[in-house]
Nanobody, 115 residues
Framework: VQLQASGGGLAQAGGSLTLSCAAS????????MYWYRRTPGKQRELIAS???????TYADSVKGRFTISRDGAKNTVSLEMNNLKPEDTGRYYC??????????WGQGTQVTVSS
């Protein structure tokens, strides 16, 4: 199983970025996928999930601004981030249960939001 997060970069406050997670070895539409982030000085936190049913959940800190989705044809999971805030700065990771159980974290993708 491999997950490759991409799409991070530099954005201004109020701007938008879309992250993508390319998966191999798993079928994203059949399992629950997660986006986590680690912000400076904080533990890694779960910010969004999408279940095989399509049900989504969001952390309060991103609710209404971020949208998680998946593309079954491309086998990818995306995180659309709007109205970015400086406190969204951090490294973003996609993951799934099978990798979490093994303590695996990929390289993630860095998001930096300037005020």
């Amino acid at each position: 199983v491999q997950l490759q997060a991409s799409g991070g970069g530099l954005a201004q406050a109020g701007g938008s970025l879309t992250l993508s997670c390319a998966a191999s070895g798993i079928i994203v539409r059949l399992i629950t996928m997660y986006w986590y982030r680690r912000t400076p000085g904080k533990q890694r936190e779960l910010i969004a999930s999408i279940a095989n049913s399509g049900a989504t959940t969001y952390a309060d800190s991103v609710k209404g601004r971020f949208t998680i989705s998946r593309d079954g044809a491309k086998n990818t999971v995306s995180l659309e981030m709007n109205n970015l805030k400086p406190e969204d700065t951090g490294r973003y990771y996609c993951n799934t249960d099978s990798l979490l159980l093994r303590g695996f974290w990929g390289q993630g993708t860095q998001v930096t939001v300037s005020s």
